[in-house]
T-cell receptor, first 109, second 112 residues
Framework: DAKTTQPNSMESNEEEPVHLPCNHS???????IHWYRQLPSQGPEYVIH???SNVNNRMASLAIAEDRKSSTLILHRATLRDAAVYYC??????????FGAGTRLFVKA | NAGVTQTPKFQVLKTGQSMTLQCAQD?????MYWYRQDPGMGLRLIYY???????DKGEVPNGYNVSRLNKREFSLRLESAAPSQTSVYFC???????????FGDGTRLSIL
């Protein structure tokens, strides 16, 4: 299984962009990169996923490095509601999803 | 649209008691999952069901059993609860390989 490295925590100001990095240097060529977030006292929530190209949706953007060894989740304008733990998860194509410790994002008003 | 529904939301058990956690989804998911999350930790996969009629062990299956009752329902059973099983349990559903999972709100289980 591909291993990931994420910062333990990051801090952002409200209404500023946030770039959450993830290193997944052992990812295989067919692994999708999934991002989830978990708000306090809630279950994880799907954010975005991609394979090779950069991806955008209503929640965020995902920038994937050309060598696919890293990716960055971009929140364009952080709000207080974005304070959560963000998980970067390479999907091995199987059913065994491995959640690491993630990055805890703090958003300051 | 309910999504993934877990019952109960909270439960307190005594050591040795048995308990079944229920999960139902109305999103037509083929695959379903049970995770546990201990304080300050990420989620760990207990069991999963790739499709109706199949179940497989995840990372931490010991002390648990599961039943995929039909396409909608996937239950998790603790036959003899232990304090080490105190945790928050999440059920999830997904449409298949490499596809995102959708999670329920969790069951907070305390075992005394």
């Amino acid at each position: 299984d591909a291993k990931t490295t994420q910062p333990n925590s990051m801090e952002s100001n409200e209404e500023e962009p946030v770039h959450l990095p993830c290193n997944h240097s052992t990812i295989s060529g067919t692994d999708y990169i999934h991002w989830y977030r978990q708000l306090p006292s809630q279950g994880p929530e799907y954010v975005i996923h991609g394979l090779t190209s950069n991806v955008n949706n209503r929640m965020a953007s995902l920038a994937i490095a050309e060598d696919r060894k890293s990716s960055t989740l971009i929140l364009h304008r952080a709000t207080l509601r974005d304070a959560a733990v963000y998980y970067c998860i390479p999907n091995t194509g199987g059913f065994k999803t491995i959640f690491g410790a993630g990055t805890r994002l703090f958003v300051k008003a | 649209n309910a999504g993934v529904t877990q019952t109960p939301k909270f439960q307190v058990l005594k050591t040795g008691q048995s308990m079944t956690l229920q999960c139902a989804q109305d999103m037509n998911h083929n695959s379903m999952y049970w995770y546990r999350q201990d304080p300050g930790m990420g989620l760990r996969l207990i069991y999963y069901s790739a499709s109706e009629g199949t179940t497989d062990k995840g990372e931490v299956p010991n002390g648990y059993n599961v039943s995929r009752l039909n396409k909608r329902e996937f239950s998790l059973r603790l036959e003899s609860a232990a304090p080490s099983q105190t945790s928050v349990y999440f059920c999830a559903g997904g449409t298949g390989l490499a596809q995102p999972q959708h999670f329920g709100d969790g069951t907070r289980l305390s075992i005394l």
